[in-house]
C-alpha cells in the first residue's frame, strides 16, 4: 500500500513556473514507475508526464520543453517542474505510481489545484 500526498498547487500568472511534489509513503518509492495527470472539469484525467522503469520519461506533447519529471528515491518524493506556464494547464493534478512488477498495484494521490490567470 502507498499513500501519495500532491503539494505545490496554487495560483500563478501566465509564464509562471510552479514546482509539484508527490510524497509517497508506506512502501519503497524506488518500486514504482510514476506520474503525474491531470485533469479538468467535464474531461478525462490525461496524462501529463511519467517515469517508467529505467527512469525512462514521457511527456504530453502540450507540455514538452515547458514540464520536467524528476523523482528522488531516497526522499520518497517526486516532482514536477512546470515552467512557461499557460491558462490552459490550469486543472487537478494528479500523482500516480504503479508497481514495476505487479502493475495492478497502482496508487492514486487526493490532486492540487493549479490555476494559471491570463
Known amino acids: 500500500q502507498v499513500l501519495l500526498v500532491e503539494s505545490g498547487g496554487g495560483l500563478v500568472q501566465a509564464g509562471g513556473s510552479l514546482r509539484l511534489s508527490c510524497a509517497a509513503s508506506?512502501?519503497?518509492?524506488?518500486?514504482?514507475?510514476y506520474g503525474w495527470y491531470r485533469q479538468t472539469p467535464g474531461k478525462q484525467r490525461e496524462l501529463v508526464a511519467r517515469?517508467?522503469?529505467?527512469?525512462?520519461?514521457r511527456y504530453a506533447d502540450s507540455v514538452k520543453g515547458r514540464f520536467t519529471i524528476s523523482r528522488d528515491n531516497a526522499k520518497n518524493t517526486g516532482y514536477l517542474q512546470m515552467n512557461s506556464l499557460k491558462p490552459e494547464d490550469t486543472a487537478v493534478y494528479y500523482c500516480?505510481?504503479?508497481?514495476?512488477?505487479?502493475?495492478?498495484?497502482?496508487?492514486w494521490g487526493q490532486g492540487t489545484q493549479v490555476t494559471v490567470s491570463a
Open positions: 500516480n505510481a504503479q508497481h514495476i512488477l505487479f502493475s495492478s498495484q497502482k496508487y
Open positions: 508506506g512502501s519503497a518509492f524506488a518500486l514504482y514507475a
Open positions: 517515469m517508467d522503469r529505467g527512469d525512462s520519461t
